[in-house]
């Protein structure tokens, strides 16, 4: 299974993007996917995650500012981020949890996405 994000970039405080990662391979089902952010000196945090009945939690810190959803024909997940802070800088990773055509489980990350709040 690969996991390719993008969307990532350069943005003012106050701005919005649209992360988007797409997983492709030889998958049965997905169980669920996830967006993570690791900032410089930091440890990877959980941001959002989906389910695939279309269960989504969000971490505290970006209630209210991100949205996540999927398209699941396409096994892809989206990210999108309103009022965008300068402590959102980070790179965001996508994770993808499921079963492979084999019948075994995967748990896999993408390459990551540089997210730059910056005036």
């Known amino acids: 299974v690969q996991l390719q994000a993008s969307g990532g970039g350069l943005v003012q405080p106050g701005g919005s993007l649209r992360l988007a990662c797409a997983a ?7 169980e669920s996917m ?6 410089p000196g ?13 269960t989504t939690d ?5 209630k209210g500012r991100f949205t996540i959803s999927e398209d699941n024909p396409k096994n892809t997940v989206y990210l999108q981020i309103h009022s965008l802070k300068p402590e ?3 790179v965001y990773y996508c994770n993808a949890v499921g079963t492979m055509r084999s019948g075994r489980p995967f748990n896999y990350w993408g390459q990551g996405t540089q997210v730059t709040v910056s005036s």
């Open 24 to 30: 492709s391979g030889r998958i049965l089902s997905m």
């Open 42 to 54: 930091r440890r990877r945090e959980w941001v959002a995650s989906i389910s695939s009945g279309g």
């Open 58 to 62: 969000y971490a505290d810190s970006v």
């Open 88 to 90: 959102d800088t980070a």
């Open 34 to 39: 996830a967006w993570y952010r690791q900032a």
